[in-house]
């Protein structure tokens, strides 16, 4: 072979071997350009999560992105006034709203602030209903820990589909049979059926154009419950029950400058009956402060009507979905008294 030939022979090779090898090359930066993208991916996917896009790490908490039937439509907090006047069963039956009562007894503005502020971590109610009540009560001092553990106690259903359950579910309240009856087939609601008539009626709401001050709670809560309502798209209602031992003409008046100032509709059923045919004779459990089942569904009836006209929710009765709203209805219908 001629030493031309065989000098065309090894150029032709080591082109052949550098083509190769840059063929490798790319392969090879290819792959590594991939798994840089993915891991670039993945830390983007992270970053999300941990900002809350798609899931709270701090609390472990799936944020709510629509509706569905373990959210609850209308969440109202309040004191014993509210869980002896509001039904949310008898709501779902009339107006198909799912609905919940967070209340506890001598409930201040406090404990409401952290009712609303743990409930809406696993829900996303369409309407707040504050009940006015306690609005002037300044009792139950304590550390914030303890205040988020009474919410939590009062209002524990609202927790139970959400990873937060697990945080409470081992609490002996959870447990106690009555009260697990209350807060999980009731939703919150009281049912008594005694009467004890308040003979005195409505007359201790005569007119006064005085004003009561809000305790310190309510100056510093009431406001921050509202900013937080409004930071979830959630509108508010204010309402008053019938309680004579508790509530005059000045306090309403006070109430209503705040909710006229806020624009917040306010029902006080103290100072006109709004055609519920409401009677201090039959529908009081203790003389004139707490409502009883007579009373809490005349009130109830009103109020989801109220709802329907100047709310307009979505009615899930006929959603399969919702079917345990149905179930709960049932079992609660058993206790009531037949006619």
């Not at 009540?133 to 304590?142: I, L, P, T, V």
């Not at 937060?164 to 919150?188: C, H, P, V």
């Not at 959630?234 to 008053?240: H, K, P, S």
């Not at 705040?258 to 509709?265: E, G, L, T």
């Amino acid at each position: 072979m001629s030493k031309r030939k065989l000098k065309l022979k090894v150029s032709v090779k080591k082109r052949l071997l550098m083509i190769a090898g840059c063929s490798c090359f790319l392969a090879v930066a290819f792959i590594i350009g991939s798994m840089i993208f993915s891991n670039d991916n993945k830390s983007n996917t992270k970053q999300s999560v941990e900002n809350g896009n798609i899931e709270n790490k701090e609390n472990d908490i799936t944020p709510i992105e629509k509706e569905d039937a373990n959210n609850i439509d209308i969440l109202a907090i309040g004191n014993s006034d509210l869980y002896s006047a509001f039904n949310p069963l008898q709501l779902w039956n009339e107006q198909g709203y799912t609905s919940f009562v967070a209340a506890a007894p001598k409930q201040n503005m406090k404990l409401s602030y952290y009712m609303l502020k743990e409930a809406l971590t696993v829900q996303k109610p369409k309407l707040l209903i504050l009940e006015t009540d306690a609005f002037f009560d300044n009792r139950e001092k304590s550390d914030d820990e303890s205040y988020s553990y009474i919410a939590m106690k009062y209002s524990y259903p609202l927790f139970m589909k959400s990873k937060r359950w697990n945080e409470i579910k081992n609490e002996s309240y959870t447990a106690d049979k009555n009260f697990q009856e209350r807060m999980e087939i009731l939703k919150g609601y009281y049912y008594q059926t005694t009467v004890v008539a308040n003979k005195k009626g409505f007359s201790y709401m005569s007119k006064n154009d005085a004003r009561q001050d809000f305790p310190s709670y309510t100056k510093e809560y009431l406001p921050k419950i509202i900013d937080l309502a409004k930071e979830n798209h959630c509108q508010i209602l204010f309402i008053c029950y019938p309680s004579e031992t508790s509530w005059n003409y000045v306090k309403s008046n006070t109430v209503n400058d705040f909710a006229v100032k806020n624009d917040i509709p306010f029902l006080d059923f103290n100072t006109q009956e709004y055609e519920t045919a409401f009677d201090w004779n039959t529908d009081s459990r203790d003389g004139g402060n707490h409502l009883n089942y007579s009373g809490a569904k005349k009130m109830t009836k009103y109020i989801g009507n109220y709802i329907q006209k100047h709310f307009g929710f979505k009615n899930h009765q006929h959603n399969s979905d919702y079917n345990q709203w149905n179930i709960d209805y049932k079992t609660f219908k058993k206790k009531t008294p037949k006619k």
